[in-house]
């Protein structure tokens, strides 16, 4: 049964300051790993997908990684911003078709 | 781009009553769509994976004649929680993936408030 764990539960950090947020998984055998971001009350928006044979992506500040064999994914925000605020959610997608969340890390960025 | 809609936003229901909730892909057509609920300060759970045309597969411990789905069309999902109790109150969300190398869109999910 895949799990997927995500350290920290929460972060809070000063404004300017780079940042990593780490995802583990226990199976392997994935189709893609993304990230989420969800604000308060909101729903999921997407911020990086990456596929199964696929190292890293990177949009604007965000760059996220994986490694496959470990199990491990990171996403690394740069220049951190108080916008930035919100949980972050990392999500595996198995080969059985679901798409399995971690608990989240909730991110303050303090001015 | 991959845009799913949900609607409501929030709704508050009495105790007894049935509450629909709507799950739309709007420019794509989707064959799978899922729900989920979120409890206060935690994850997504997935509840039932919605099958166009057919029956949808619920996930252990979710009960299928409390929660109804129905996915009549390739762009429509819905979900109906019957005779909803307060312990029903949550926030759920939907979600549909484009295709498999496109991931996952999720709606802007629904606050519901059974009192």
């Known amino acids: 049964k895949q799990e997927v764990t995500q350290i920290p539960a929460a972060l809070s950090v000063p404004e300017g300051e780079n940042l990593v947020l780490n995802c583990s998984f226990t199976d392997s055998a994935i189709y893609n790993l993304q990230w989420f971001r969800q604000d308060p009350g909101k729903g999921l928006t997407s911020l990086l997908l990456?596929?199964?044979?696929?190292r890293e992506q990177t949009s604007g500040r965000l760059n996220a990684s994986l490694d496959k064999s470990s199990g491990r994914s990171t996403l690394y925000i740069a220049a951190s911003q108080p916008g930035d605020s919100a949980t972050y959610l990392c999500a595996v997608h198995n080969q059985g078709g679901k798409l399995i969340f971690g608990q989240g890390t909730e991110l303050s960025v303090k001015p | 781009g991959a845009v799913v809609s949900q609607h409501p936003s929030w709704v508050i229901c009495k105790s007894g009553t049935s509450v629909k909730i709507e799950c739309r892909s709007l420019?794509?057509?989707?064959?799978?769509m899922f729900w989920y609920r979120q409890f206060p300060k935690q994850s997504l759970m997935l509840m039932a994976t919605s099958n166009e045309g057919s029956k949808a597969t619920y996930e252990q411990g979710v009960e299928k004649d409390k929660f109804l789905i129905n996915h009549a069309s390739l762009t429509l999902s819905t979900l109906t929680v019957t005779s909803a109790h307060p312990e029903d109150s949550s926030f759920y969300i939907c979600s549909a993936d484009k295709a498999h190398n496109y991931g996952y869109t999720f709606g802007s999910g629904t606050r519901l408030t059974v009192v």
């Open positions: 990456i596929q199964s044979s696929q």
């Open positions: 420019d794509f057509q989707a064959t799978t």
